[in-house]
Structure formats: structure tokens, C-alpha cells
């Protein structure tokens, strides 16, 4: 294996842990943990990571590109907008993107975090919106209640189980819907606001 081919599976497999070990312990897990899970020693993870918010903004930021990049798939390649939700809500919850929800607000978030979540923001309204035109979904949904279903499943521990509750979950998206929602429609704001950083300190370990 080439150099460059191992710090690329190095790179995803930091990735993949700290996606992982962020959702079940937060901002306090410890940099250690990370390391043993991806299986990289210490010295490597502080010479590509030089501290924990570091590694906090590469990871939200990769799994922001990742989320963008499955909005514009399935923008381009699905016949409808319901195909196009669908298959970015599974495939949001197949990658764990918004896991990592649980960091919101624990860090300065960058303003290239802040640009592409704008960006990713765009992506799935054009996705709601044509689902919504086509009679598909229901009326009274919005964007940040599809951003907000994606991050709680995404975090949820049961893997096996992940797609039975998706599908219960796009069940309920379907237009009409048995009734109408309760309380206050949710709007970007309530995604967007999570991110500013509320001066709690992430420690070094």
C-alpha cells in the first residue's frame, strides 16, 4: 500500500471513529478513545489534530460535504422529489451524518461550517419542495424537521434497526397525513442557532 493510500484509510478510519465515539460521549470524549477505536497511535492523531476542536471541526465539516454531496445526487438522479427525500434520508442515516448533532454549540464552528450547512440548506429545500409540489409530502412539513428526524436517527444505537424506524418515520411525511402537526413549525433557525457557540470549553484529552 502506497503512503498516500494509508493516510487516506487512516484519515476515514479517525473519521469513522470519531464520528462514532462523538455520538455516545459528546464533547468530553477523550482524544485517547478516538485514537484506540480507529486504531492510530496518540503522537499520529495530535500530529494530523492538533487538539480536540480541530478534530471536532474536520469531522462536522466532512460529514457536512458528505450530507451535500447525497442532496445533490439525489437531486440529479431520482425521477421525483418523495425518491429524492427518501433516498437522502436513508442514505443520512446510513452515514450517521447527523450524529454528530451532539457537538452543536461546544465549539467556535467555523465560517466555512456555517457555509456549507447554508449550502446543504438550499439542497434540501429544493428536495422538500419538489416532493411538496408533487402532492407527495405533507404541507405542513418543513426543511429543519427533516435536518432534525435525520441527526435523532442518526443517533440512535440500534443499527439493525435504523431503517424500520426510518420507514415508520417516512410513513408519516406521507401526504395528508391523519391529522395535523402539533405545535410550532420548526424553521432553519432551529438548526442553524444550535452551532453558536455557547463558551463551554472542550478540553484537550
Known sequence: MSRRAEADRNDEAVFLAARDVFAELGA?????????????????????????????????????????????????????????????MRRCVDLRVGSLARLAGTFPATEEMFALAERGHEAIDEI?????????????????????????????????????????VLDGLRAPGAGPLPGPAPGWSSVRDRWVYQESPVSRS
Open 28 to 88: 468530553d470524549a477523550p482524544m485517547s478513545a478516538i485514537a484506540a477505536r480507529a486504531g492510530v497511535g496518540m503522537g499520529s492523531l495530535y500530529r494530523r489534530y492538533p487538539s480536540k476542536v480541530d478534530l471536532m471541526r474536520a469531522v462536522c465539516t466532512t460529514s457536512m460535504e458528505r450530507s451535500m454531496a447525497e442532496a445533490d445526487a439525489a437531486l440529479a438522479e431520482e425521477p421525483d422529489g418523495w425518491s429524492a427525500l427518501t433516498r437522502y
Open 128 to 168: 422538500v419542495g419538489r416532493a411538496r409540489a408533487e402532492g407527495a409530502l405533507r404541507a405542513d412539513v418543513t426543511s429543519a424537521d427533516i435536518v432534525l428526524t435525520i441527526s435523532d436517527m442518526s443517533a440512535l444505537p440500534g443499527g439493525p434497526y435504523r431503517h424500520r424506524w426510518l420507514a415508520l
